[in-house]
């Protein structure tokens, strides 16, 4: 019998539609960001389904990553020139 002590991610989550995996049950927003690359100073906003509004991630704020998989985008601070 063959042992490993090496556990496969079990969550999956996508940002920008990029798939990215975690074995975490749940990720804050600073996490997630840290993930999928996207720089610190970005918002991350989590895509909710039909008619309601997408919601913004705060770096503190702690996300589920069980079923369904959460699908999420990153937008460049604003700026103003």
């Known amino acids: 019998m063959i042992m490993s002590s090496h556990k496969p991610?079990?969550?999956?989550f996508f940002v920008d539609n990029k798939k990215f995996d975690?074995?975490?049950t749940a990720l804050n927003g600073q996490e997630i960001k840290?993930?999928?690359?996207?720089?610190?100073?970005?918002?991350?906003?989590?895509?909710?389904?039909?008619d309601d509004p997408?919601?913004?991630?705060?770096?503190?704020?702690?996300?589920?990553m069980e079923n369904p998989p959460k699908h999420f985008y990153a937008v460049p601070p604003a700026t103003f020139g």
Do not use: C, K, M, W
């Open 9 to 12: 991610p079990n969550y999956h």
């Open 22 to 24: 975690t074995d975490q």
């Open 34 to 50: 840290a993930i999928a690359s996207v720089p610190g100073e970005y918002q991350l906003f989590l895509e909710e389904h039909g």
């Open 54 to 64: 997408d919601r913004i991630i705060s770096d503190g704020e702690y996300i589920s």
